[in-house]
């Protein structure tokens, strides 16, 4: 079996330089988004309707957080929110014009650095990297968190 510290540095490595590449092509076209502001955008945009309240459990962070990262997208012009015509106390979240054309620029630039990424890889590779990868995660997604000091 692999050395847990080069298993650690590997992954580490791979979250690294594809965040970095991606944070380089976005700030090319928008210097004020960081990488919650795209997480929060994605989950609004995929997620409809979608309060405050599914974006803290989607994000797994405080209604706090939450909200100041609503307020900054809002002040961007990526998102608006609208009365929730369901339950008064909360509003809906949905991406503006110019939050549609962001994530669509993400999107396309997100294919190009996995295009790269994946080069010289057959598809059987790929699957078998994805299955891998999935595993991990569910591994960890099942791991008992009280286990976690």
Same mark, same amino acid.
């Given at each position: 079996?692999?050395?847990?510290?080069?298993? $650690?540095?590997?992954?580490?490595?791979?979250?690294? +330089?594809?965040? +970095?590449?991606? /944070? #380089? +092509?976005? /700030?090319?076209? !928008?210097?004020?988004?960081?990488?919650?502001?795209?997480?929060?955008? *994605?989950?609004?945009?995929?997620?409809?309707?979608? !309060?405050?309240?599914?974006? $803290? +459990?989607?994000?797994?962070?405080?209604?706090?957080?939450?909200? *100041?990262?609503?307020?900054? =997208?809002?002040? #961007?012009?990526?998102? &608006?929110?609208?009365?929730?015509? #369901?339950?008064?106390?909360?509003?809906?979240?949905?991406?503006?014009?110019?939050?549609?054309?962001?994530? !669509?620029?993400?999107?396309?630039?997100?294919?190009?650095?996995?295009?790269?990424?994946?080069?010289?890889? $057959?598809?059987?590779?790929?699957?078998?990297?994805?299955?891998?990868?999935?595993?991990?995660?569910?591994? =960890?997604?099942?791991?008992? !968190?009280?286990? &976690?000091?």
């Amino acid at each position: 079996m692999q050395d847990s510290n080069d298993f $650690s540095e590997t992954i580490y490595s791979l979250m690294y +330089v594809f965040k +970095v590449r991606l /944070r #380089h +092509v976005i /700030r090319e076209h !928008t210097k004020d988004i960081n990488g919650m502001h795209v997480r929060t955008l *994605r989950l609004i945009e995929q997620q409809q309707p979608c !309060t405050a309240l599914d974006v $803290s +459990v989607g994000l797994n962070r405080d209604k706090g957080q939450i909200t *100041r990262l609503i307020k900054e =997208l809002i002040a #961007h012009g990526w998102i &608006i929110k609208t009365p929730n015509p #369901h339950d008064k106390r909360s509003q809906l979240l949905a991406l503006t014009d110019q939050g549609k054309s962001l994530m !669509t620029l993400i999107a396309q630039e997100e294919k190009l650095i996995i295009k790269t990424m994946t080069n010289g890889l $057959s598809e059987d590779q790929l699957n078998t990297f994805k299955q891998t990868a999935n595993q991990l995660i569910n591994n =960890l997604k099942q791991q008992d !968190t009280s286990d &976690i000091t």
